[in-house]
């Protein structure tokens, strides 16, 4: 699997959208080359990453373009608006989002028609992004516990999640054939169920034990059951690369929770919903030049 540079795939997801990922842990932005990205969302979002602080020591704190945070924000904001720009043939500074109540963005300009499902996640040095014109889509990429292994027993780890699995789930994780094989299975089914809950739009409070998943090493698929039922129109895919897993969801657009508040960028339900299964093509890598691309901004 190549990660170096644009056009690496990384995994395989439907036909008529683009799926992107950029590692933010390989990019080290000059305070210019930040600053201008900076331009590139909204004035709100920029006032929130900039508030981002991460502490090294008494009283001193990274921040902007040294804080590993604020940088994964930023790409993932620019990320979302390149995916719909492309998709949606709609120039960059055209572009309004807001978000739900519970931290969704969405499209808010009014003059739409077009049906475009969008998520971003970003966690342990990559951003990824997934976006569709007929499925609702979740997206959801975590580190595979690595950094675990040798500070606390995956026995230990677990006990902070009991509920958060079911007894199927926590069999296939505990049979692992070592601490490795335990911990990359915990966090495939954790970014598997994030990436369902990330697609309809619940956020925090939904009782993950509700959602089982069985998973096929294999081909990387999985199948949903929720309170016990297969969810035969969801599909699942999955992939390992480097130290990361990314999951992604593709579901009914119905299903979203809150289809009045332009979820995922909910611009309308497709009616050919169901008549396909989602046709996979590449995930791509970007470098920092699409970053700036997105708006047809030059890299100084």
């Given at each position: 699997?190549?990660?170096?540079?644009?056009?690496?795939?990384?995994?395989?997801t439907?036909?008529?959208?683009?799926?992107?990922a950029?590692?933010?842990?390989?990019?080290?932005?000059?305070?210019?080359?930040?600053?201008?990205?900076?331009?590139?969302?909204?004035?709100?979002?920029?006032?929130r990453?900039?508030r981002?602080?991460?502490?090294v020591?008494?009283?001193?704190?990274?921040?902007?373009?040294?804080?590993?945070?604020?940088?994964?924000?930023?790409?993932?904001?620019?990320?979302?608006?390149?995916?719909?720009?492309?998709?949606?043939?709609?120039?960059?500074?055209?572009?309004?989002?807001?978000?739900?109540?519970?931290?969704?963005?969405?499209?808010?300009?009014?003059?739409?028609?077009?049906?475009?499902?969008?998520?971003?996640s970003?966690?342990?040095?990559?951003?990824?992004?997934?976006?569709?014109?007929?499925?609702?889509?979740?997206?959801?990429v975590?580190?595979?516990?690595?950094?675990?292994?040798?500070k606390?027993?995956?026995?230990?780890?677990f006990?902070?999640?009991?509920?958060?699995?079911?007894s199927?789930?926590?069999?296939?994780?505990?049979?692992?054939?070592?601490?490795?094989?335990?911990?990359?299975?915990?966090?495939?089914?954790?970014?598997?169920?994030?990436?369902?809950?990330?697609?309809?739009?619940?956020?925090?409070?939904?009782?993950?034990?509700?959602?089982?998943?069985?998973?096929?090493?294999?081909?990387?698929?999985?199948?949903l059951?929720?309170?016990?039922?297969?969810?035969?129109?969801?599909?699942?895919?999955?992939?390992?690369?480097?130290?990361?897993?990314?999951?992604?969801?593709?579901?009914?657009?119905?299903?979203?929770?809150d289809?009045?508040?332009?979820?995922?960028?909910?611009l309308?339900?497709?009616?050919?919903?169901?008549?396909?299964?989602?046709?996979?093509t590449?995930?791509?890598?970007?470098?920092?030049?699409?970053?700036?691309?997105?708006?047809?901004?030059?890299?100084?």
């Amino acid at each position: 699997v190549s990660t170096q540079s644009t056009g690496g795939n990384l995994l395989m997801t439907t036909l008529n959208h683009r799926s992107y990922a950029f590692c933010t842990d390989r990019w080290n932005p000059s305070q210019t080359e930040w600053n201008t990205l900076l331009t590139l969302v909204q004035p709100e979002e920029k006032e929130r990453i900039e508030r981002f602080k991460r502490p090294v020591a008494k009283g001193v704190y990274l921040t902007g373009k040294d804080n590993p945070d604020a940088k994964a924000s930023l790409v993932g904001r620019i990320l979302l608006r390149k995916l719909i720009s492309e998709n949606l043939k709609l120039p960059h500074e055209q572009i309004k989002l807001a978000r739900t109540p519970k931290g969704k963005p969405y499209l808010i300009n009014s003059d739409l028609t077009t049906p475009l499902y969008v998520n971003v996640s970003h966690s342990d040095g990559w951003v990824v992004g997934v976006c569709d014109s007929e499925f609702l889509v979740g997206v959801d990429v975590m580190g595979t516990g690595l950094q675990y292994i040798n500070k606390q027993s995956s026995e230990s780890f677990f006990q902070s999640f009991n509920n958060c699995f079911t007894s199927y789930e926590w069999d296939y994780i505990t049979r692992g054939k070592n601490e490795i094989q335990r911990y990359t299975r915990f966090f495939l089914y954790w970014t598997l169920k994030e990436s369902y809950i990330k697609a309809i739009g619940i956020g925090l409070g939904f009782t993950l034990s509700r959602i089982e998943f069985h998973v096929n090493d294999q081909d990387g698929t999985a199948i949903l059951f929720l309170d016990g039922v297969a969810q035969v129109q969801w599909s699942f895919y999955f992939l390992w690369f480097s130290d990361v897993v990314i999951s992604v969801a593709f579901g009914p657009p119905n299903e979203a929770v809150d289809v009045n508040s332009g979820l995922d960028l909910d611009l309308g339900f497709n009616m050919n919903f169901g008549k396909r299964r989602p046709i996979v093509t590449p995930f791509f890598v970007l470098n920092v030049e699409d970053l700036f691309l997105a708006s047809n901004t030059r890299k100084s």
